[in-house]
């Protein structure tokens, strides 16, 4: 029968201990690799079943022998009792790393996690009026309430309280607040800072407590009906601001404004009459060549000795305000929005003129909703749209009733 090992090494012989496994007795054992470091093992049987548990480096700056000979010590009570070394470290270990995670996530505020989401997404927000505005709502109507409670704990109630006084009396606003919030939460969530279902989420849950509301869709501005943009058209002629010519320039190019307003002079070619918006501010994310009129030219010629780089500069420099043009349709008291154009002019341009469909959705920058017929249509008819934007230019100077209809002769040359 082999002798017991018990206190085999010494403390130079475990400095001095060649590559290999060196055992001192009792389960504990000293591992020198090839590279000359040194760790110390302690080797256990429980439940039939050998392992080892490792207890540090060993060596100068390591732990002792005479450490590691005390620490193979409790071990080994431990396993005498029935306790696996490296179950209770694994479990040590889980719970620590769930105590650091439970007071992480109780320091974490639904700000920190709305500040984090709108950093990682801004970016791709290609309006600066949408990036703003998500901080703006969160800073009136969200911030208040919740902003420095743990997200963990935002719940309905929390929810409720930020949207139910504005509920009725500012509807698109509160159910713009309520998707941000949502979206949060969901942020939250997806980063292991929150559980279970969201409270902001509204079909199955403030579906049913919220009184139901008319969607407000996408494209549904109100406008002002085609018959009375020439007579418009002619009142912004008197009024000497930046603000009245990009007005004007928007409704001939039925562009949008945040399109208008955000235009340099890079994007223009004066000679050839064309404006070539990037597809970095368009939103189907394609560039788009837009026709100019002779007036619509005549509009940029007149800003031009501004020196602007923007088409339309604000007043204290740079762009003009995202909210300059609905200002003044306000004071013109004008019950429509600018966007608004836009349908009046798909209006007359579906009622007046004999131009095929798919040359007034080009013309508005829409997107072909049917893939094949996208895949197959690789122009942009800009010679088509062209005709289109000089008559509608035509129009809008008309008085209205005379210049409503497009000759005939026209249907058959673009249809």
């Given at each position: 029968?082999?002798?017991?090992?018990?206190?085999?090494?010494?403390?130079?012989?475990?400095?001095?201990?060649?590559?290999?496994?060196?055992?001192?007795?009792?389960?504990?054992?000293?591992?020198?690799?090839?590279?000359?470091?040194?760790?110390?093992?302690?080797?256990?049987?429980?439940?039939?079943?050998?392992?080892?548990?490792?207890?540090?480096?060993?060596?100068?700056?390591?732990?002792?022998?005479?450490?590691?000979?005390?620490?193979?010590?409790?071990?080994?009570?431990?396993?005498?009792?029935?306790?696996?070394?490296?179950?209770?470290?694994?479990?040590?270990?889980?719970?620590?790393?769930?105590?650091?995670?439970?007071?992480?996530?109780?320091?974490?505020?639904?700000?920190?996690?709305?500040?984090?989401?709108?950093?990682?997404?801004?970016?791709?927000?290609?309006?600066?009026?949408?990036?703003?505005?998500?901080?703006n709502t969160l800073d009136t109507y969200v911030y208040p309430v919740i902003g420095n409670l743990p997200v963990a704990e935002v719940e309905t109630a929390h929810v409720l309280k930020i949207l139910e006084p504005i509920w009725k009396g500012k509807a698109e606003t509160a159910s713009r607040i309520r998707g941000r919030i949502e979206t949060v939460l969901d942020s939250a969530k997806a980063r292991g800072y929150r559980h279970g279902?969201?409270?902001?989420?509204?079909?199955?849950?403030?579906?049913?407590?919220?009184?139901?509301?008319?969607?407000?869709?996408?494209?549904?501005?109100?406008?002002?009906?085609?018959?009375?943009?020439?007579?418009?058209?002619?009142?912004?002629?008197?009024?000497?601001?930046?603000?009245?010519?990009?007005?004007?320039?928007?409704?001939?190019?039925?562009?949008?404004?945040?399109?208008?307003?955000?235009?340099?002079?890079?994007?223009?070619?004066?000679?050839?009459?064309?404006?070539?918006?990037?597809?970095?501010?368009?939103?189907?994310?394609?560039?788009?060549?837009?026709?100019?009129?002779?007036?619509?030219?005549?509009?940029?010629?007149?800003?031009?000795?501004?020196?602007?780089?923007?088409?339309?500069?604000?007043?204290?420099?740079?762009?003009?305000?995202?909210?300059?043009?609905?200002?003044?349709?306000?004071?013109?008291?004008?019950?429509?929005?600018?966007?608004?154009?836009?349908?009046?002019?798909?209006?007359?341009?579906?009622?007046?003129?004999?131009?095929?469909?798919?040359?007034?959705?080009?013309?508005?920058?829409?997107?072909?909703?049917?893939?094949?017929?996208?895949?197959?249509?690789?122009?942009?008819?800009?010679?088509?749209?062209?005709?289109?934007?000089?008559?509608?230019?035509?129009?809008?100077?008309?008085?209205?009733?005379?210049?409503?209809?497009v000759t005939p002769i026209r249907k058959a040359d673009v249809a």
């Amino acid at each position: 029968m082999p002798r017991k090992l018990s206190n085999a090494l010494t403390p130079l012989a475990v400095k001095n201990a060649k590559p290999g496994r060196h055992a001192d007795g009792a389960g504990l054992h000293l591992l020198v690799k090839p590279s000359g470091a040194r760790s110390w093992v302690y080797r256990f049987m429980l439940n039939g079943k050998s392992r080892d548990v490792g207890l540090g480096a060993a060596g100068q700056g390591g732990m002792s022998l005479a450490d590691a000979r005390d620490e193979a010590a409790a071990l080994r009570l431990k396993v005498k009792a029935g306790v696996d070394p490296l179950e209770e470290r694994d479990r040590e270990a889980a719970e620590a790393l769930a105590a650091a995670q439970a007071a992480k996530v109780a320091g974490t505020t639904f700000r920190d996690v709305a500040a984090a989401y709108i950093a990682a997404n801004e970016e791709s927000w290609r309006n600066p009026k949408h990036r703003q505005q998500w901080r703006n709502t969160l800073d009136t109507y969200v911030y208040p309430v919740i902003g420095n409670l743990p997200v963990a704990e935002v719940e309905t109630a929390h929810v409720l309280k930020i949207l139910e006084p504005i509920w009725k009396g500012k509807a698109e606003t509160a159910s713009r607040i309520r998707g941000r919030i949502e979206t949060v939460l969901d942020s939250a969530k997806a980063r292991g800072y929150r559980h279970g279902e969201n409270p902001a989420r509204w079909r199955g849950h403030l579906a049913q407590i919220l009184p139901a509301r008319t969607r407000l869709s996408r494209g549904h501005h109100k406008a002002l009906p085609y018959e009375e943009i020439p007579a418009f058209v002619r009142a912004l002629h008197k009024r000497d601001a930046v603000a009245a010519l990009a007005l004007e320039f928007t409704i001939l190019t039925a562009a949008r404004s945040g399109e208008v307003i955000g235009a340099t002079w890079a994007e223009v070619d004066l000679d050839k009459a064309i404006w070539a918006i990037p597809a970095d501010r368009m939103k189907a994310a394609k560039e788009h060549r837009v026709p100019l009129s002779p007036r619509a030219v005549a509009i940029l010629e007149r800003l031009q000795p501004l020196g602007s780089d923007y088409l339309f500069p604000g007043a204290k420099g740079g762009q003009l305000s995202g909210m300059a043009m609905g200002m003044l349709m306000r004071r013109m008291k004008v019950g429509a929005t600018v966007h608004g154009f836009r349908s009046g002019f798909r209006d007359w341009a579906a009622e007046c003129t004999g131009y095929a469909h798919e040359v007034a959705e080009m013309a508005l920058a829409h997107t072909i909703e049917n893939k094949v017929e996208r895949a197959y249509r690789r122009g942009d008819l800009f010679d088509k749209r062209r005709r289109l934007m000089d008559d509608w230019a035509a129009y809008c100077a008309s008085d209205g009733a005379a210049g409503a209809k497009v000759t005939p002769i026209r249907k058959a040359d673009v249809a």
